[in-house]
């Protein structure tokens, strides 16, 4: 049983547009979130996280987005530029322990 | 500061035989988490290790197994190999038990 959902696996942009990446978690304990980012052949990368008792959180072009009541966060992107094309995982975790991915959506932003 | 490094990147082996992968967490972090990434499961946690003790463990059979040594460095093995273990490996090593995981590269084990 996947508790945590990414439902697209990939999202095509124009450069200087907004992206949305969603993900769906199902545990209902899961009060920490995180983002990553990947690119081919390297390691995932912190991007941005957001805990239980915040609806948004916000670094310069990101801001993530958590409906606790839908089990439900969103990552924005604006505006979205052609380095941002790359792989995004959405993680959960209680508390700060071990983190559960999703399947990951590819991000292609093209100029 | 070094970051998260991983021996092999890559890697070929055959059905039946067992592999042994490396971390080497970013210096001063005592927590490795590894991982197995997937083309259709995404990244899936394996194990964790903080201070030479496994905290936490995957749904993974016991073929999958991983160690910690004093210097929180890390081996994960895999024996008797099958194809659907073909798979990037990923290390992530973290401060403490708590913080915010680093990523290595991974490895890139290919079973024939």
């Known amino acids: 049983d996947q508790q945590v959902k990414q439902n697209s696996p990939s999202l095509s942009v124009q450069e200087g547009r907004i992206s949305i990446l969603n993900c769906d978690y199902t545990?209902?304990?899961?009060?920490?979130f995180l983002w990553y980012k990947k690119y081919p052949a390297e390691g995932p990368t912190f991007l941005i996280s957001?805990?239980?008792?915040?609806d948004k959180n916000e670094d310069g072009r990101f801001t993530v987005f958590l409906n606790k009541s839908a089990k439900h966060l969103s990552l924005h992107i604006v505006p979205s530029q052609p380095g941002d094309s790359a792989v995004y995982f959405c993680?959960?975790?209680?508390?700060?322990?071990?983190?559960?991915f999703g399947k990951g959506t590819m991000l292609l932003v093209s100029p | 500061k070094a970051g998260v490094t991983q021996t092999p990147r890559y890697l070929i082996k055959t059905r039946g035989q067992q592999v042994t992968l490396s971390c080497s967490p970013i210096?001063?972090?005592?927590?490795v988490s590894w991982y197995q990434q997937t083309p259709g499961q995404g990244l899936q946690f394996l194990f964790e290790?903080?201070?030479?003790?496994?905290?936490n463990k995957g749904n993974f059979p016991g073929r999958f197994s991983g160690r910690q040594f004093s210097n929180s460095r890390s081996e994960m093995n895999v024996s008797t190999l099958e194809l659907g273990d073909s798979a990037l490996y990923l290390c992530?090593?973290?401060?403490?038990?708590?913080?915010?995981?680093?990523f290595g590269p991974g490895t890139r084990l290919t079973v024939l």
């Open positions: 992530a090593s973290s401060l403490t038990a708590e913080g915010e995981q680093f």
């Open positions: 545990n209902s304990m899961f009060d920490y």
């Open positions: 957001i805990s239980s008792i915040k």
């Open positions: 993680a959960a975790s209680k508390g700060y322990s071990t983190l559960t």
């Open positions: 210096s001063g972090h005592r927590s």
């Open positions: 290790y903080f201070s030479e003790t496994q905290r």
